[in-house]
Nanobody, 124 residues
Framework: QVQLVESGGGLVQAGGSLRLSCAASGRTFSTYAMGWFRQAPGKEREFVGS????????YYADSVKGRFTISRDNAKNTVYLEMSALKPEDTAVYYC?????????????????WGQGTQVTVSS
Protein backbone atom coordinates (compact mmCIF):
# COMPACT_ATOMS: atom_id res chain seq x y z
CA GLN A 1 0.00 0.00 0.00
CA VAL A 2 1.28 3.44 -0.94
CA GLN A 3 -0.22 6.76 0.10
CA LEU A 4 0.58 9.80 -2.00
CA VAL A 5 0.11 13.46 -1.16
CA GLU A 6 0.65 16.20 -3.73
CA SER A 7 1.47 19.80 -2.90
CA GLY A 8 2.74 22.95 -4.53
CA GLY A 9 -0.13 23.88 -6.79
CA GLY A 10 -1.44 27.40 -7.09
CA LEU A 11 -2.18 30.34 -9.33
CA VAL A 12 0.56 31.55 -11.64
CA GLN A 13 0.75 33.86 -14.62
CA ALA A 14 1.51 32.55 -18.07
CA GLY A 15 5.23 32.15 -18.51
CA GLY A 16 5.74 31.48 -14.83
CA SER A 17 6.98 28.44 -12.97
CA LEU A 18 5.79 26.07 -10.26
CA ARG A 19 7.22 23.02 -8.56
CA LEU A 20 4.88 20.26 -7.50
CA SER A 21 5.84 17.67 -4.93
CA CYS A 22 4.41 14.24 -4.27
CA ALA A 23 5.29 12.70 -0.93
CA ALA A 24 4.85 8.96 -0.53
CA SER A 25 4.44 6.78 2.52
CA GLY A 26 5.93 3.34 2.87
CA ARG A 27 9.34 1.78 2.64
CA THR A 28 9.00 0.53 -0.92
CA PHE A 29 8.82 3.90 -2.70
CA SER A 30 12.09 3.27 -4.50
CA THR A 31 10.63 0.18 -6.18
CA TYR A 32 7.82 2.05 -7.96
CA ALA A 33 7.86 4.04 -11.15
CA MET A 34 6.04 7.33 -10.64
CA GLY A 35 3.92 9.32 -13.01
CA TRP A 36 2.35 12.74 -13.18
CA PHE A 37 -1.02 13.17 -14.82
CA ARG A 38 -3.41 16.07 -15.12
CA GLN A 39 -7.13 16.48 -15.58
CA ALA A 40 -8.89 19.60 -16.76
CA PRO A 41 -12.64 20.09 -16.27
CA GLY A 42 -14.62 17.97 -18.69
CA LYS A 43 -11.55 16.16 -19.96
CA GLU A 44 -9.98 12.80 -19.31
CA ARG A 45 -6.93 12.37 -17.14
CA GLU A 46 -3.87 12.74 -19.36
CA PHE A 47 -0.27 11.69 -19.03
CA VAL A 48 2.24 14.42 -18.27
CA GLY A 49 5.39 12.47 -17.55
CA SER A 50 6.93 9.63 -15.59
CA UNK A 51 10.15 8.54 -14.01
CA UNK A 52 11.61 5.12 -13.43
CA UNK A 53 12.01 3.63 -9.97
CA UNK A 54 15.70 4.50 -9.72
CA UNK A 55 15.22 7.83 -11.44
CA UNK A 56 17.44 7.06 -14.40
CA UNK A 57 14.76 7.35 -17.07
CA UNK A 58 12.10 9.96 -17.66
CA TYR A 59 9.33 10.23 -20.21
CA TYR A 60 7.21 13.23 -21.15
CA ALA A 61 4.12 14.06 -23.12
CA ASP A 62 4.91 16.07 -26.24
CA SER A 63 2.83 18.96 -24.89
CA VAL A 64 5.20 19.50 -21.94
CA LYS A 65 8.52 18.32 -23.31
CA GLY A 66 11.19 20.93 -22.79
CA ARG A 67 9.10 22.82 -20.23
CA PHE A 68 8.51 20.26 -17.47
CA THR A 69 11.06 18.16 -15.60
CA ILE A 70 10.41 15.18 -13.35
CA SER A 71 12.83 14.13 -10.66
CA ARG A 72 12.72 12.03 -7.51
CA ASP A 73 14.52 11.74 -4.22
CA ASN A 74 14.14 8.19 -2.98
CA ALA A 75 15.74 9.06 0.34
CA LYS A 76 12.88 11.51 0.93
CA ASN A 77 10.17 9.36 -0.69
CA THR A 78 9.30 12.30 -2.92
CA VAL A 79 8.84 12.90 -6.62
CA TYR A 80 8.83 16.39 -8.14
CA LEU A 81 7.41 18.07 -11.19
CA GLU A 82 9.18 21.26 -12.15
CA MET A 83 7.02 23.29 -14.52
CA SER A 84 8.24 26.32 -16.42
CA ALA A 85 6.99 28.47 -19.29
CA LEU A 86 3.49 27.66 -18.10
CA LYS A 87 0.57 28.21 -20.45
CA PRO A 88 -3.13 28.67 -19.72
CA GLU A 89 -3.73 25.25 -21.28
CA ASP A 90 -1.64 23.71 -18.49
CA THR A 91 -4.46 24.57 -16.08
CA ALA A 92 -5.69 21.36 -14.46
CA VAL A 93 -5.65 19.26 -11.34
CA TYR A 94 -2.31 17.48 -11.24
CA TYR A 95 -2.06 13.98 -9.82
CA CYS A 96 0.85 11.75 -9.05
CA UNK A 97 0.55 8.01 -9.36
CA UNK A 98 2.67 5.00 -8.48
CA UNK A 99 2.94 1.86 -10.54
CA UNK A 100 4.65 -1.49 -10.38
CA UNK A 101 4.94 -1.37 -14.17
CA UNK A 102 7.79 0.25 -16.10
CA UNK A 103 7.83 4.02 -16.22
CA UNK A 104 7.00 4.07 -19.92
CA UNK A 105 3.33 3.51 -19.13
CA UNK A 106 1.18 6.48 -20.10
CA UNK A 107 -2.12 4.86 -19.23
CA UNK A 108 -3.86 5.91 -15.98
CA UNK A 109 -5.18 2.39 -15.55
CA UNK A 110 -1.63 1.09 -15.20
CA UNK A 111 -1.10 3.11 -12.03
CA UNK A 112 -2.06 1.47 -8.79
CA UNK A 113 -2.06 4.32 -6.29
CA TRP A 114 -2.99 7.98 -6.63
CA GLY A 115 -2.79 11.15 -4.65
CA GLN A 116 -5.69 13.51 -4.14
CA GLY A 117 -4.43 16.03 -6.67
CA THR A 118 -3.32 19.66 -6.53
CA GLN A 119 -4.83 22.49 -8.57
CA VAL A 120 -2.66 24.43 -10.98
CA THR A 121 -4.18 27.51 -12.57
CA VAL A 122 -2.32 29.51 -15.19
CA SER A 123 -3.74 32.93 -15.98
CA SER A 124 -3.23 34.65 -19.31
Amino acid sequence: QVQLVESGGGLVQAGGSLRLSCAASGRTFSTYAMGWFRQAPGKEREFVGSISAAGGSTYYADSVKGRFTISRDNAKNTVYLEMSALKPEDTAVYYCGATIYPARSETPGDYHWWGQGTQVTVSS
